[in-house]
């Protein structure tokens, strides 16, 4: 079965610096992607990050990057600089690229509180 | 505006009574999906259309859950018989590509409480 693990229900950091979220994932498919959404207060689930499970670099989107490994079946995210603005939720998702119109699979995931 | 909306926000609604919520995708997207987010948790697929065809409905709960887009855009996520438990937010999703990987662009939600 496929699934996804974020085991951090809270992280706190203070403005400036870097804060990494943990996920890893459980899948047979040889062939699937990985996500971040950040989902703030008003609900809306804003789509960060793409990860392939064959692209060889991490992926890197501005300040957001994907910390890859996949033998350990693991894609932390990684913001660098943080900023008030990043305080949301944010859950890591799951898609069998292999299938088409498969759903995302999602993360119970991470609240994170920036603060001055 | 040019997101994914959803209307209505919020539905307070009474054990007992019938739902409906509805869902503008982006236009000319192909793939949508409603998903079922309950406090605290991550939201949980309920069902997927491609165009006005529904592939899969695997994630409906009961058959109190009923989902239509017969033209192909608009959607209406249906609960009959509300139960206390159907409390959620309801979250609709698009996507231009009809599968593989399209990124996804999620509405602001349709906030169900069952009294």
């Known amino acids: 079965a496929q699934k996804i693990t974020q085991t951090q229900p809270g992280m706190f950091v203070q403005e400036k610096e870097a804060v990494t979220l943990d996920c890893t994932y459980d899948?047979?498919?040889?062939?699937?992607?990985l996500f971040w959404y950040k989902q703030p207060s008003s609900g809306e689930m804003i789509f960060l990050i793409y990860?392939?499970?064959?692209?060889?670099q991490n992926a890197t989107e501005g300040r957001y990057s994907l910390n890859f490994q996949k033998a350990r079946k693991s894609a932390n995210l990684v913001i660098s600089a943080s900023q008030l603005g990043d305080s949301a939720m944010y859950f890591c998702?799951?898609?069998?690229?292999?299938?088409?119109?498969?759903?995302?699979?999602f993360g119970k995931g991470t609240t994170l509180s920036v603060s001055s | 505006g040019a997101g994914v909306s959803q209307s209505p926000r919020y539905k307070v609604a009474k054990r007992g009574q019938d739902v409906a919520l509805r869902c503008d995708p982006i236009?000319?997207?192909?793939?949508l999906f409603w998903y079922q987010q309950a406090l605290g948790q991550g939201p949980e697929f309920l069902t997927y259309?491609?165009?006005?065809?529904?592939?899969?409905k695997s994630g409906l709960p009961s058959d109190r859950f009923f989902a239509e887009r017969p033209e192909g855009s608009v959607s209406t996520l249906k609960i009959q018989r509300t139960q206390q438990e159907d409390s959620a937010v309801y979250l609709c999703?698009?996507?231009?590509?009809?599968?593989?990987?399209?990124?996804?662009?999620f509405g602001e939600g349709s906030r169900l409480t069952v009294l």
């Open positions: 899948t047979s498919d040889q062939s699937y992607g």
């Open positions: 990860q392939g499970s064959y692209d060889e």
């Open positions: 998702a799951m898609s069998p690229r292999s299938k088409a119109g498969t759903a995302l699979i």
């Open positions: 259309f491609q165009n006005e065809a529904q592939l899969d």
């Open positions: 999703a698009s996507s231009l590509e009809p599968g593989e990987y399209g990124e996804l662009f």
């Open positions: 236009s000319g997207h192909v793939s």
